[in-house]
């Protein structure tokens, strides 16, 4: 604890400096925080982005048991595996994004490491930004993953905001997107989920990714491409149609990829990051870049994680049952969808929840305003961050009917000015 003088103020110390500035909780992590203490029995918890399966548990894949079986049996050394980290990992992954033909034929235009997750490779994407154009602005869509802006501060990059979400009317619609978009210079970067779009779920339709494509070639802007749910959408080809369309047709691109929801590896921290350049010439020059880098921020990244999904990928047997797991996965997320919009447009018809019909993935905005998220958590104990991000997978049979009559509950006390429903 801080020393405190007479007056009870924070005498600054040689960790805090003269102003005595401490960082804010991440909003998130607050809620998660506030979850845990509450000590309702029947707490529900939408908020923090782990998948849960229909026991409300987060599971360890099958396939990902079986690989960390292989792994203690055939490991036998605990090196360090260098700034690039597990090459034959990194391969694996392209491939599976990319499709192995076009991985293939752009093989001696990618530069990859392996990355601590999605996280570690934002920033090292983000950072190589700078160092090749200090005067870059990253354009992020107006409604983003929360921590993606906070990683771009850090790595110093200027940021512009192109237009996709409306609380009203949902996705603004891609001629809006593209008006937008042409603030942007030659040079600039343009950052893009690949599919099951965090916090919205609603994503570009293939013929957006192609004229979106055609208009980055035409205006010279980099795409960034953040695969994070790779396979939880439509499925794992469906998923990767953005991707692909831009990796044929651009010169260049960033590709941005995380094994923790797909594989559910959150607390191993196994992602990638690659470099796609003009010319195979320029390639060498890249990889340099990503050693680096990564030199700077962490030295080596974790084995472990890219050590299971390398063997996940390599084995005919055990990539068959982690393909079937990632089914269940988003076919469950596909059924909480439409469960959610029946039993939510009967309960609560003056809203529109049409949006999860035509949403992918684990997140959706819900329609709720900041009171009536307070109130949620205070009267009832479900815990949804305060943007109405909610995580669908937090819902199952046991708890999503509760739950939608308490929203219902919700939107009539504070529509009506009545906040003690017991008063009502």
Request: charged letters at 20%; a negative charge.
């Amino acid at each position: 604890m801080l020393p405190h003088n007479s007056t009870d103020q924070p005498i600054a110390g040689p960790l805090l400096g003269p102003t005595g500035t401490v960082a804010e909780e991440d909003p998130i992590f607050a809620l998660l925080q506030a979850y845990r203490q509450d000590e309702r029995a029947d707490k529900v918890d939408l908020g923090i982005g782990v998948y849960r399966d229909s026991l409300n548990r987060s599971p360890v894949f099958q396939a990902v048991k079986a690989a960390e079986q292989w792994r203690v049996d055939t490991e036998a050394d605990k090196a360090y595996i260098g700034p690039l980290g597990d090459q034959a990992f990194c391969s694996a992954i392209t491939e599976l994004a990319l499709g192995k033909s076009l991985a293939a034929a752009l093989d001696a235009r990618l530069a990859c490491a392996q990355t601590p997750g999605g996280v570690g490779a934002l920033r090292l994407a983000f950072e190589l930004l700078m160092q090749m154009n200090p005067d870059v602005c990253l354009w992020l869509s107006d409604s983003t993953w929360q921590v993606h802006r906070p990683i771009a501060e850090a790595a110093g990059t200027r940021q512009g905001t192109y237009a996709y979400y409306d609380a009203q009317q949902g996705r603004q619609g891609f001629d809006a997107m593209l008006a937008s978009l042409k603030a942007a210079r030659p040079g600039d970067a343009v950052l893009l989920q690949a599919s099951c779009h965090n916090p919205t779920g609603l994503d570009l339709s293939e013929d957006e990714w192609h004229r979106l494509t055609a208009f980055c070639q035409q205006r010279q802007l980099l795409p960034i491409v953040d695969m994070a749910y790779h396979g939880l959408g439509n499925g794992l080809e469906p998923d990767a149609a953005g991707l692909r369309i831009m990796a044929q047709a651009m010169p260049e691109l960033l590709l941005c990829y995380t094994c923790s929801k797909n594989f559910g590896l959150y607390r191993d921290r196994t992602g990638m990051v690659a470099a796609l350049v003009q010319d195979e010439t320029l390639q060498p020059a890249l990889v340099q870049q990503w050693m680096q880098l990564a030199t700077r921020h962490y030295f080596t990244p974790p084995a472990h994680g890219a050590m299971l999904v390398r063997r996940i990928l390599q084995d005919t047997d055990l990539r068959a049952v982690w393909q079937g797991e990632l089914e269940e996965v988003h076919t469950r997320l596909r059924g909480v969808r439409e469960a959610l919009y029946a039993a939510l447009s009967k309960a609560v018809p003056q809203r529109n929840w049409r949006f999860l019909q035509e949403g992918q993935g684990m997140f959706a905005l819900f329609p709720l305003s900041v009171s009536e998220i307070e109130h949620l958590q205070n009267a009832y104990g479900v815990y949804i961050v305060s943007n109405g991000r909610v995580n669908l997978s937090g819902f199952n049979d046991t708890n999503l009917p509760s739950v939608v009559a308490y929203i219902a509950a919700t939107v009539r006390a504070l529509e009506s000015g009545c906040y003690q429903e017991q008063a009502c």
